[in-house]
């Protein structure tokens, strides 16, 4: 089945632990994104990448980084999580020339 | 600057009513622009785009250069369409980086 994947779905942590959230697409995509959803602001980008190696900031990249080693995967890292980064994360990813993105289910994290 | 506008947060309406979910943007360019819906539970994913013209779920959308807006229309609303709805623009043309700019979104609740 195609679909994008997301790990954990669910994670709370603390101030200045750092962590991961893996995103995988197995449709063979070269464009992927980072969002976040908040009450009231809709989703915003925080990363998106092009291609393998190609990767740039969205409109939220602070406390964030990304890699894109390999086509399918492209992990979210936060290297000192703070309480305003609790938020609901979605990955997407898109073929080129295509227009729709295809989303995953979201991870929701909460920092404390 | 790019922005996209929903005015509602939370629009209410009874089973058999009209529905009309409003989309104002910003862009100065020639947009494309999308409705992605999200049903409880489920992931975010593609409802409708402009360039279609296609009616998905008995919702239509017409983009109005005039008043730059793209407000989703369903003459008989269903209580399977109660979801969130989120307005989407992306910029067309050469170096389309497959960003989304959101609205903040709009809950439909439809009530029996």
């Known amino acids: 089945e195609a679909q994008v994947t997301q790990n954990p779905r669910y994670l709370i942590t603390v101030t200045g632990k750092k962590l991961t959230v893996t995103c995988s697409q197995n449709m063979n995509h070269e464009y992927m994104s980072w969002y976040r959803q908040d009450p009231g602001l809709g989703l915003r980008q925080i990363y998106y990448s092009m291609n393998v190696e190609v990767t740039d900031k969205g409109d939220v990249p602070e406390g964030y980084k990304v890699s894109r080693k390999e086509k399918r995967n492209f992990p979210l890292i936060l290297e000192s999580p703070s309480p305003n980064q609790t938020s609901l994360y979605f990955c997407a990813s898109r073929a080129r020339g295509a227009y729709e993105q295809y989303f995953g289910p979201g991870t929701r994290l909460t920092v404390t | 600057a790019q922005r996209v506008t929903q005015p509602e947060k939370l629009l209410s309406v009874f089973k058999g009513a009209p529905v009309e979910l409003k989309c104002n943007y910003s862009y100065s360019g020639s947009p494309e622009l999308f409705w992605y819906v999200q049903y409880s539970r489920q992931r975010l994913q593609l409802l409708l785009r402009?360039?279609s013209r296609e009616s998905i779920k008995g919702f239509t959308a017409d983009l109005n250069k005039g008043e730059t807006s793209f407000h989703l229309k369903k003459p008989f609303a269903q209580e399977e369409d109660s979801a969130m709805y989120y307005c989407a623009l992306n910029e067309l043309g050469s170096g389309n980086t497959g960003k989304l700019i959101f609205g903040q979104g709009t809950t439909l609740q439809v009530k029996p």
């Open positions: 402009h360039i």
